[in-house]
């Protein structure tokens, strides 16, 4: 099975940063990759999938980029909403695995 | 607009079996553009997928979890289903229904609330 990690599982931020998170497979997926948004109490919201596609609804900040192993998400601007935890998510052969998150922190 | 809710016990005892069900509204679970899926998280923890269900009847596991688990759908209720058997502390969790969207997504796109079991005797 394909394993996700994600780096670094905590960032501490302020408003107005760019903040990249990474996540890693451990084979090749293409651009067979996700993320998801989740806040405490919460179900996970979709914000990028296939690697860089914006779902709808979701603000341009947030952006995906990446394929084969490596995908990075991006929030060029981070605002008070964004502070969340951050998952992504492989699909492979009917096969799914998560990353294991990034906790983004009020700095 | 699709919308899932999770139902079932909130307790269940080690050794026996977890058993939850995903109402659909706004939809049919017949429909062949979504496949049916289950997630959890443990408390303060990651997510983890458990399973999904095509409109067909063709199920997918996670391997790790494939001997404890069956997913179903009862298309005359509009819902599908979770059993995992010989649970133990480990499988308390908050546990979530989804759809999955595969070839234009790839992604689960709509989420139930969750419902969160605890295994404890």
């Known amino acids: 099975d394909i394993q996700m990690t994600q780096s670094p599982s905590t960032l501490s931020a302020s408003v107005g940063d760019r903040v990249t998170i990474t996540c890693r497979a451990s084979?090749?997926?293409?651009?067979?990759l996700a993320w998801y948004q989740q806040k405490p109490g919460n179900a996970p919201k979709l914000l990028i999938y296939?690697?860089?596609s914006l779902e709808s609804g979701v603000p341009s900040r947030f952006s995906g980029s990446g394929s084969g192993t490596e995908f990075t998400l991006t929030i060029s601007s981070l605002q008070p909403d964004d502070f969340a935890t951050y998952y992504c998510q492989q699909y492979n052969s009917y096969s799914l695995t998560f990353g294991g998150g990034t906790k983004v922190e009020i700095k | 607009q699709l919308q899932l809710q999770e139902s079932g016990p909130g307790l269940v005892k080690p050794s026996e079996t977890l058993s939850l069900t995903c109402t659909v509204s706004?939809?049919?679970?017949?429909?062949?553009?979504?496949?049916w899926g289950w997630i959890r998280q443990p408390p303060g923890k990651g997510l983890e997928w458990i399973g999904s269900?095509?409109?067909?009847?063709?199920?997918y596991y996670n391997p790790y979890l494939r001997s404890r688990v069956t997913i179903s759908l009862d298309t005359s209720k509009n819902q599908f289903s979770l059993k995992l058997s010989s649970v133990t502390a480990a499988d308390t969790a908050i546990y979530y229904c989804?759809?999955?969207?595969?070839?234009?997504?790839?992604?689960?796109?709509?989420w139930g609330q969750g419902t969160m079991v605890t295994v404890s005797s």
């Open positions: 269900i095509y409109y067909s009847g063709s199920t």
């Open positions: 989804a759809t999955f969207v595969w070839g234009s997504l790839d992604a689960f796109d709509i």
């Open positions: 296939k690697a860089s």
């Open positions: 084979q090749s997926i293409s651009t067979c």
């Open positions: 706004g939809g049919s679970i017949s429909s062949g553009t979504y496949y």
